[in-house]
Protein backbone atom coordinates (compact mmCIF):
# COMPACT_ATOMS: atom_id res chain seq x y z
CA UNK A 1 0.00 0.00 0.00
CA UNK A 2 2.79 2.47 0.38
CA UNK A 3 4.02 2.04 -2.58
CA UNK A 4 1.23 2.70 -4.50
CA UNK A 5 0.92 6.28 -2.92
CA UNK A 6 4.46 7.19 -3.78
CA UNK A 7 3.55 6.60 -6.84
CA UNK A 8 0.61 8.44 -6.37
CA UNK A 9 2.28 11.63 -4.79
CA UNK A 10 4.96 11.63 -8.19
CA UNK A 11 2.14 11.80 -10.65
CA UNK A 12 0.48 14.58 -8.82
CA UNK A 13 3.43 16.82 -8.42
CA UNK A 14 4.30 16.18 -12.12
CA UNK A 15 4.34 19.71 -13.81
CA UNK A 16 2.46 19.52 -17.39
CA UNK A 17 4.76 21.05 -19.91
CA UNK A 18 3.53 23.51 -22.70
CA UNK A 19 5.09 24.27 -26.19
CA UNK A 20 4.50 28.29 -26.55
CA UNK A 21 4.95 30.00 -30.16
CA UNK A 22 6.94 33.00 -29.81
CA UNK A 23 9.39 35.10 -32.32
CA UNK A 24 12.58 37.11 -31.51
CA UNK A 25 13.74 39.22 -34.23
CA UNK A 26 17.63 39.50 -34.63
CA UNK A 27 19.97 42.33 -36.53
CA UNK A 28 23.74 42.43 -35.89
CA UNK A 29 24.31 39.43 -38.71
CA UNK A 30 24.14 39.25 -42.46
CA UNK A 31 20.73 37.78 -43.55
CA UNK A 32 22.26 36.42 -46.28
CA UNK A 33 25.21 34.39 -44.46
CA UNK A 34 25.89 30.98 -45.62
CA UNK A 35 25.92 30.10 -41.67
CA UNK A 36 22.74 31.81 -40.80
CA UNK A 37 21.08 28.60 -39.70
CA UNK A 38 23.78 26.85 -38.45
CA UNK A 39 24.95 29.90 -36.10
CA UNK A 40 21.44 29.48 -33.83
CA UNK A 41 20.95 25.55 -34.43
CA UNK A 42 24.57 26.05 -32.60
CA UNK A 43 23.58 28.10 -30.27
CA UNK A 44 20.42 25.89 -28.82
CA UNK A 45 17.86 27.95 -31.31
CA UNK A 46 17.15 23.54 -32.83
CA UNK A 47 13.33 24.20 -31.97
CA UNK A 48 12.97 27.38 -34.12
CA UNK A 49 12.69 28.35 -37.95
CA UNK A 50 15.06 31.03 -38.75
CA UNK A 51 12.85 33.23 -42.02
CA UNK A 52 13.99 36.89 -43.51
CA UNK A 53 11.70 39.09 -44.77
CA UNK A 54 12.59 42.73 -45.76
CA UNK A 55 16.30 42.20 -44.47
CA UNK A 56 14.84 41.52 -40.88
CA UNK A 57 15.95 37.97 -39.33
CA UNK A 58 12.81 36.78 -37.33
CA UNK A 59 13.63 33.71 -34.97
CA UNK A 60 10.06 31.68 -34.55
CA UNK A 61 10.44 29.51 -31.97
CA UNK A 62 7.92 26.71 -30.22
CA UNK A 63 9.69 25.43 -27.44
CA UNK A 64 8.73 23.46 -24.38
CA UNK A 65 8.31 25.01 -21.06
CA UNK A 66 6.40 25.27 -17.96
CA UNK A 67 5.57 28.73 -18.53
CA UNK A 68 6.03 31.67 -21.54
CA UNK A 69 8.47 33.19 -19.15
CA UNK A 70 10.82 30.61 -18.88
CA UNK A 71 10.49 29.79 -22.77
CA UNK A 72 11.39 33.43 -23.71
CA UNK A 73 14.12 33.64 -21.02
CA UNK A 74 15.61 30.22 -22.13
CA UNK A 75 15.15 31.22 -26.22
CA UNK A 76 16.69 34.45 -25.36
CA UNK A 77 20.23 32.85 -23.41
CA UNK A 78 20.15 30.73 -26.87
CA UNK A 79 19.92 34.33 -29.34
CA UNK A 80 22.44 36.05 -27.19
CA UNK A 81 25.04 33.76 -27.57
CA UNK A 82 25.10 33.60 -31.66
CA UNK A 83 26.39 36.66 -31.17
CA UNK A 84 23.32 38.86 -32.27
CA UNK A 85 21.04 41.97 -30.65
CA UNK A 86 17.46 41.06 -29.88
CA UNK A 87 15.56 44.05 -31.47
CA UNK A 88 12.10 42.67 -30.84
CA UNK A 89 10.09 39.86 -29.10
CA UNK A 90 6.42 38.74 -30.74
CA UNK A 91 4.59 36.72 -28.43
CA UNK A 92 1.40 34.73 -30.07
CA UNK A 93 -1.80 34.72 -27.64
CA UNK A 94 -1.89 30.65 -28.54
CA UNK A 95 0.05 27.82 -26.42
CA UNK A 96 0.00 24.70 -27.69
CA UNK A 97 -0.24 21.43 -24.93
CA UNK A 98 2.01 18.46 -25.42
CA UNK A 99 0.04 15.55 -25.11
Known amino acids: MRQGWFRASIILKKRTMRIYEFTIRVEGID ?20 SVYDGNINIEFY ?30 PEIYMDE
Open 31 to 50: PDAADLEDRFYEAGCDDATI
Open 63 to 92: RESNSLAAAIKSALKNVLSAGVTITTIFSE
